[in-house]
């Protein structure tokens, strides 16, 4: 069985400031992990993915996720967030035969002026 | 836009009702997901189709049924609605090619409430 674990539930960040968010994940085999982001009364919108390769993994719009296989996590960082960054964001694992997707419970960025 | 279309947008019904919701995947995916996101929650798996059969089930009971149609758009149907089944439901649209970490495409979701 797969879990994951998202640390934090609120995040609030001053605009310009670096942010981070955390997540853990449980599994007893290989995995994919993702980050999506979910805006206010929106579907959710995969960010970043981390397959196989390179453990640093980037987004176009300035996040960057590292998978640590030791310390099995795979925090989601932006060196300086923006007002627009502000929405709900999700990290996802799933096994690498299929893609039945296993969600933490979110983390909310909350950017301020 | 993700090009995933679902309906209705928002649902209200009453305890023991039944619901049929409807998503449009985006064209040529022959895959879908369907996930239950409870307020102040991620989504949780339901099911998940693959061109017309399910080969996916998370922790739901069987009164959660879907059908996926040879244009591979698809229902998601909830039986015997309880109070606890208020949520939003997605639906993700992916292009299955043979190995995992494929895209999901999201639409965006129906909001059913239960009275």
């Known amino acids: 069985a797969q879990s994951v674990t998202q640390l934090d539930s609120q995040v609030p960040v001053f605009e310009e400031a670096p942010v981070e968010l955390r997540c853990n994940y449980s599994s007893s085999v290989s995995v994919y992990l993702f980050w999506y982001v979910q805006y206010p009364n929106q579907g959710l919108q995969l960010l970043l993915k981390y397959l196989s390769g390179s453990t640093l993994v980037e987004s176009i719009n300035g996040f960057e996720a590292e998978f640590n296989k030791s310390q099995t996590s795979f925090h989601l960082r932006k060196p300086s967030v923006h007002i627009s960054d502000t929405a709900e964001y999700f990290c996802a694992v799933s096994n690498t035969g299929g893609f039945k997707t296993i969600f933490g419970a979110g983390t909310r960025l909350f950017v301020k002026a | ?115």
Do not use: M
């Not at chain 2, 698809?74 to 993700?92: G, I, P, Q, R």
């Open chain 2, 1 to 115: 836009e993700t090009g995933v279309t679902q309906s209705p947008t928002h649902l209200i019904k009453t305890r023991g009702q039944q619901v049929t919701l409807r998503c449009s995947s985006q064209s040529g995916h022959n895959t879908v997901s369907w996930y239950q996101q409870a307020l102040g929650q991620g989504p949780q798996f339901i099911f998940q189709y693959y061109r017309e059969e399910e080969n996916g089930r998370g922790n739901f009971p069987p009164r959660f049924s879907g059908l996926q149609f040879p244009n591979y758009s698809s229902e998601l149907n909830v039986n015997a609605l309880e109070l606890d089944d208020s949520a939003l439901y997605l639906c993700a649209s992916i292009l299955y090619t043979g190995t995992g970490g494929n895209e999901q495409f999201f639409g965006p979701g129906t909001r059913l409430t239960v009275l």
